[in-house]
Structures are given as structure tokens and as C-alpha cells.
């Protein structure tokens, strides 16, 4: 005699079971959308297009620190969207672990090129003394995750894997938060340096206590299935004792 070991309660059908996983990247791709098109813009005017946005002479003597971050960004933050999906994950494993190398390549050229930027190019004129600091500390944070997350799946530690790598993408990814906070901000207390820091610190800290729900909502998931599993495996002991 077989059993037959089922998740799905009286009343449900699978589909009406099955949690929902493309809401998160999708977002996650909608929040990159007008930082990945102004740095398309941006690139375009650098390689000798149409001036499509306001010209920054910082970067007319050498773009290519500036092309890099972009180019980089955009592919980090597009190709880590998918990393979000359980079930794209568990069911194209070869894509994760190609995906996954993509995307820690991207992020080391993305904090490497901003740590370079912020030290090499000219100052910002709208940005002060908070906002440099601030991308010094976020730029390195970024690499120190990203490295921590191929050391700790190197030790088969997936728990400090997914954390690390989660973070290393909430640091990333605020460009897109900035954009909004930076709006509140003006609308809200006006134009300024101090204002604009803050604005795009606040971006950081959003994006990094997002991550940190993430991070805590997965685990405590995982955990969860641990015991579930756990539990019919005891059952089905118990039954064919």
C-alpha cells in the first residue's frame, strides 16, 4: 500500500496553495526602471548621442568609470531580481548558479566603480560631507556582502548565504528608493545639500530594513517547512510502524 502525502488542505486546490512569488521582483524591477533610464540616457550623451538629460562635465575627461557603474548596475539589478523567485530557483538550478555568478560580478564592478567615483571624481556641488561618507561606508558594505556570500555557500551555510547576498542587493538597488525619497524630500522641506544627504540615506536605510524583513520572512519560512516536513516524515513513520 502507498501513501500519498499532500500540502494542500480540504477545500483548497494546489493553485489556491501556492504562494504567490512575482510580486517582489516585479517591484523590484519597476524600482529600477528611472535610475536604469537615466543612466541609459546618461551613457547615450557620454558616447556621443543626444543630450537627453543635463550634461555633468565631471565625467566628459574619463567616463568610463561612470559606463561601467552603469552598465553594471543595470545588469545586477535586473538579473538579481529573478535570485527573489523560490520556485524559479529551485527549478532551474543551473540558471541560479549561472545567475548567481552574473550578479556577484556585476556587484563588485558596481561597488568598485562607486568607491572609485567617489573618490577620483570631482564633488558632487548638490551632495555635502554626510552623502560621501555615506557611499564610502554603502560602496564597501556592498563588496564585504557580496564576498561573504560566496565564503558562507562555500561552507554550505545557505541561511548566511541568502542573507548576505540580499543585502549586498538592498545596498544596490538604492538608486531607485533614492529617486523617490529624494522627491519627498524636496516636496516636502525643499531644496538643499543637508536635505538631499539625508534623502539618499534614508534610501539606504529603507532599502537595508526591507532586506532585514526579507531575510527574517524567508528564514522563518524555511524553518517552518524544516518542522512540516519533520512532522509528516515522523507520521508516516508512526503509520507504517
Known amino acids: 500500500m502507498s501513501l500519498r502525502r499532500t500540502s494542500v488542505q480540504p477545500g483548497q486546490s494546489p493553485r489556491q496553495r501556492r504562494p504567490r512569488s512575482w510580486p517582489l521582483p516585479t517591484a523590484l524591477l519597476l524600482l529600477v526602471l528611472v535610475p ?117 555557500i562555500r561552507r554550505g551555510d545557505v541561511v548566511a548565504h541568502r542573507a548576505c547576498l540580499i543585502s549586498a542587493y538592498a545596498i544596490g538597488m538604492a538608486a531607485g528608493t533614492q529617486a523617490i525619497t529624494g522627491g519627498i524630500s524636496e516636496a516636502l522641506f525643499g531644496a538643499g545639500v543637508l536635505q538631499g544627504d539625508l534623502a539618499k540615506a534614508s534610501g539606504w536605510v529603507i532599502n537595508l530594513a526591507v532586506a532585514a524583513w526579507v531575510i527574517r520572512r524567508q528564514d522563518g519560512s524555511g524553518s517552518s517547512s524544516r518542522s512540516a516536513r519533520a512532522s509528516r516524515r515522523a507520521a508516516t513513520a508512526g503509520t507504517l510502524s
Not at 53 to 60: G, L, N, S, Y
Not at 62 to 75: G, N, Q, R
Not at 93 to 99: E, L, M, N, Q, Y
Open 36 to 152: 536604469a533610464l537615466a543612466g541609459t540616457f546618461r551613457v547615450v550623451q557620454l558616447m556621443g548621442g543626444p543630450e537627453l538629460i543635463p550634461a555633468d562635465v565631471r565625467f566628459a575627461a574619463f567616463p568610463l568609470p561612470l559606463i561601467v557603474h552603469i552598465v553594471a548596475a543595470i545588469v545586477f539589478a535586473v538579473v538579481g531580481a529573478f535570485q527573489f523567485v523560490p520556485r524559479f530557483r529551485r527549478n532551474h538550478r543551473r540558471w541560479h548558479r549561472i545567475a548567481g555568478r552574473v550578479v556577484f560580478g556585476a556587484g563588485l564592478l558596481v561597488a568598485g566603480s562607486a568607491l572609485w567615483m567617489t573618490l577620483f571624481y570631482a564633488a558632487d556641488p548638490d551632495s555635502g560631507s554626510l552623502l560621501y561618507v555615506l557611499r564610502l561606508v554603502f560602496g564597501s558594505a556592498m563588496g564585504v556582502c557580496l564576498v561573504l556570500g560566496v565564503t558562507t
